[in-house]
């Protein structure tokens, strides 16, 4: 699913964080919006009345042990209050420090855990606490989440998980730290299957996983309802939710013609035959990613830009009309360039161009410019149009993106990815292959857009689409049984719906596009 495309379309979402950590067996998190629209209740005021004491860690801090709780809750902080991405925030945050490797997972994990939880912790938070979320301030709630996410999720003994982490809140919200304190108390004294019964008491099947699993309630629907309209069984719904829960690992990509994967260090990818997985973060040292030879990448993006690649198409320019931030502009170029061909990579963002041209770097054969991908002309033989979506395929790397989405941004999506896609199809040269991707399996973001733009085309005459066998493109790519990868079949050809429960990978939708010669 591209960054962005069109007249500054940064709705649509995509993710990458690679956690790691250890957790405790129990339930896990919770929803309600982090940050927005709090009251100011007689706990928090100073964090409201007066600006914040330095965030930043203090040098005493930075050799201390509660380093990584300092750094944690000010990431969950800013994800609060200032719609920050803790992919972003938590790295930049730990290449500053002085952090060894050990200390650096046990952050990551108080980070994303507790993210990924959050639902389920609010829901503990407002008994404990006798107060809905809502009404408590950003700085202690901050606070009582990640205390929750040792005390309920982590190998933390529970003194260090209550006094470590009101230690933290008491240096920037000192007024709120008796009340962080008897909060955690409340949560400590029961455990975390307790808690569950609890905060489900009363819930229905729907309510029930959604707290549990940590999911708004509309986001479990419809990932319900794409299980069935991709032709998977509706039981594998609790599964998926808790594939979204786990840390995800680290995936690098060799691209091809530029260094072999056998160079880097880690563990083959089971699907992808250009990547490795990393349990932690990418090792500083690693050069080729450093230079641009290789880069950081989820498999099932990988699988993307490769089947296209793959593809039968005649001799031409190929397009990415959403390349941004150019993961899979890269391994297109990559495999161009052996063809001796030039990828035309396009986004609507000048930040996002710059991504693309760091990505490409290693590459000679890359034309990037600011462009809306509804604007392209080509013609062009092979198109990428990896369009903006809800990113519901990627909550293990970006899990805030659940509490931030709303059912009415499916509908502004879909309009902008009809658009992209008719696009392509104008923009793709006779006996072209068209590649319509999304991090999505959301059913509206996925079949119903190519089937809507297809219908759409024939209504007017251009019935010179046809869609191809795309999960038999990505069987011959990893070597994998094609029906794991089906979804509906359309006149002789399938589309594809990689799941991170089925493919340990991101939830990425593809359909392979062929127009008549």
């Known amino acids: 699913m591209a960054e962005s495309a069109g007249r500054d379309h940064r709705g649509g979402s995509r993710g990458n964080d690679g956690n790691h950590g250890q957790r405790r067996g129990g339930p896990r998190d919770t929803d309600r919006r982090a940050g927005h629209g709090r009251g100011r209740s007689d706990h928090g005021r100073q964090g409201r009345d007066r600006p914040r004491q330095d965030r930043g860690a203090s040098q005493g801090e930075r050799a201390g042990k509660n380093l990584p709780r300092r750094i944690a809750w000010e990431v969950l902080l800013d994800v609060a209050t200032k719609d920050a991405y803790a992919n972003l925030l938590l790295p930049a945050k730990l290449s500053r420090t002085r952090m060894g490797a050990q200390d650096a997972a046990f952050t990551t994990e108080l980070t994303y855990g507790t993210l990924r939880r959050q639902k389920f912790y609010d829901a503990v938070i407002e008994i404990a606490s006798s107060r809905a979320v809502d009404k408590i301030d950003p700085e202690p709630l901050a606070a009582m989440r990640l205390g929750a996410h040792q005390l309920l999720s982590m190998r933390v003994p529970n003194h260090a998980a209550l006094s470590e982490t009101v230690a933290v809140v008491k240096r920037s919200a000192a007024k709120t730290a008796g009340f962080v304190n008897a909060v955690l108390r409340r949560i400590s004294e029961a455990e975390p299957t307790e808690w569950l019964d609890r905060v489900t008491a009363e819930a229905d099947e729907t309510t029930r996983l959604a707290i549990e699993h940590s999911h708004p309630e509309w986001v479990v629907r419809a990932l319900n309802q794409a299980l069935k309209g991709h032709g998977r069984d509706a039981a594998e719904l609790e599964a998926l939710l808790e594939a979204d829960n786990a840390p995800a690992k680290v995936g690098v990509t060799a691209l091809p013609g530029l260094i072999d994967r056998a160079e880097l260090p880690g563990e083959p990818t089971p699907l992808s035959p250009i990547g490795v997985t990393l349990e932690t973060a ?129 509908t502004s999506l879909t309009g902008l990815q009809r658009e992209l896609l008719a696009a392509a199809l104008d923009a793709c040269a006779p006996g072209g292959v068209v590649a319509y991707s999304t991090c999505s399996p959301h059913y509206a973001e996925t079949v119903l857009i190519v089937d809507e733009v297809l219908r759409l085309r024939a209504k007017s005459g251009s019935a010179d689409i046809e869609v191809l066998d795309t999960p038999a493109a990505l069987s011959a790519i990893t070597g994998t049984e094609a029906e794991s990868f089906a979804s509906v079949t359309r006149e002789g050809g399938r589309y594809a719906q990689l799941w991170p429960h089925v493919h340990n990978s991101d939830g990425m939708f593809l359909a392979l596009l062929r127009k008549a010669k």
């Not at 990613?289 to 990448?297: E, I, K, N, Y």
């Not at 593809?311 to 959403?322: E, F, N, R, V």
């Open 282 to 410: 990418v090792p500083r040292d690693v050069a080729a990613v450093a230079d641009g030879r290789a880069r950081v990448q989820d498999e099932g993006s990988a699988l993307v830009a490769l089947a296209l690649a793959d593809i039968d198409a005649p001799t031409g320019t190929w397009a990415d009309l959403c390349a941004g931030p150019g993961g899979k502009a890269a391994v297109l170029a990559a495999r161009a360039a052996g063809e001796s061909t030039t990828l035309e990579a396009f986004d609507s963002s000048e930040h996002r161009v710059d991504l693309v041209r760091d990505s490409t770097k290693a590459l000679t054969n890359v034309i990037a410019a600011v462009r809306d991908g509804r604007d392209a002309r080509g013609p062009y033989s092979k198109i990428l149009v990896d369009v903006p979506c809800s990113g519901l395929g990627a909550l293990r790397r970006r899990p805030e993106a659940r509490y931030r989405r709303r059912p009415e941004d499916i």
